[in-house]
Nanobody
Framework: QVQLVESGGGLVQPGGSLRLSCATS????????MGWYRQIPGKERELVAS???????NYRDSVKGRVTISRDNAKNTVYLQMNSLKPADTAVYFC??????????????WGQGTQVTVSS
């Protein structure tokens, strides 16, 4: 069983930055794709960014240029650097581990989520 633990969420003012971290267990981190999702109450969970085992990256359009996903295979950790945050970025952010099929990311395991609130 893979465990994922997110950290780094919190309250930040509009225009501010946060860096989310997701530490994972398991022996095959480097072989798996990783993704960050977010969810607002009453709405579906949406993919924010994903990174393949080979380092290929995808972002949703609304965060392009403001968000950077990265991974450190030596630490079994994936990061999400978020800059120029907006109130619309307020959500619970979830880390996932999954795989790519035909270039699309599919999550398999989930973390418990971390709250990000952007407000003045």
């Amino acid at each position: 069983q893979v465990q994922l633990v997110e950290s780094g969420g919190g309250l930040v003012q509009p225009g501010g930055s946060l860096r989310l971290s997701c530490a994972t267990s398991g022996r095959f981190f480097s072989l798996n794709g990783m993704g960050w999702y977010r969810q607002i109450p009453g709405k579906e969970r949406e993919l924010v960014a994903s990174i393949s085992s080979g380092g290929s990256i995808n972002y949703r359009d609304s965060v392009k240029g403001r968000v950077t996903i990265s991974r450190d295979n030596a630490k079994n950790t994936v990061y999400l650097q978020m800059n120029s945050l907006k109130p619309a970025d307020t959500a619970v952010y979830f880390c996932s581990q999954g795989r790519y099929v035909n270039g699309n990311y599919y999550p398999g395991y989930w973390g418990q989520g971390t709250q990000v609130t952007v407000s003045s």
